[in-house]
Each structure stands twice: as C-alpha cells, then as structure tokens.
C-alpha cells in the first residue's frame, strides 16, 4: 500500500515538474516572441535600425 502510495507521489511530483518546464518553455517562447516581434515593429514602422540610427527621411 505503502510502495503504491509512493509511486504515485513520485509520478506526481514529475507531472508537476513536466508541467513547470513546459510553462517555463512556453513563457520563454513567448517573451522571444514579443521581443522579436516589437523588435520588427521598431524598425518597419519607425524606420530605426537596431542599434537606433534612423533611416527613414521622416522620423
């Protein structure tokens, strides 16, 4: 009963840590995203580089 007991707590306690790392994964998928995507919104929309020369005659 004991051992049964165990095994389940341990095949939690790895679902519980599967589930963080994918949060974790997903988080950081999303926030390179964000960064990327703001990233091109700066330099199509603004007309800066990335290192923040302006480009575009009209700032």
């Known amino acids: 009963m004991a ?3 165990m095994a389940r707590l341990y095949m ?3 679902y519980m840590a599967r589930l ?3 949060r974790l994964y997903m988080a950081r ?3 390179a ?3 990327m995507a703001r990233l091109y ?3 199509s929309v ?3 580089s990335v290192h923040g020369k302006i ?3 009209n700032p």
């Open 3 to 5: 051992r049964l007991y």
């Open 12 to 14: 939690a306690r790895l």
């Open 20 to 22: 963080y790392m994918a």
């Open 29 to 31: 998928l999303y926030m």
């Open 33 to 35: 995203r964000l960064y």
């Open 41 to 43: 919104i700066a330099t």
């Open 46 to 48: 603004h007309g800066t």
């Open 55 to 57: 480009v575009s005659k």
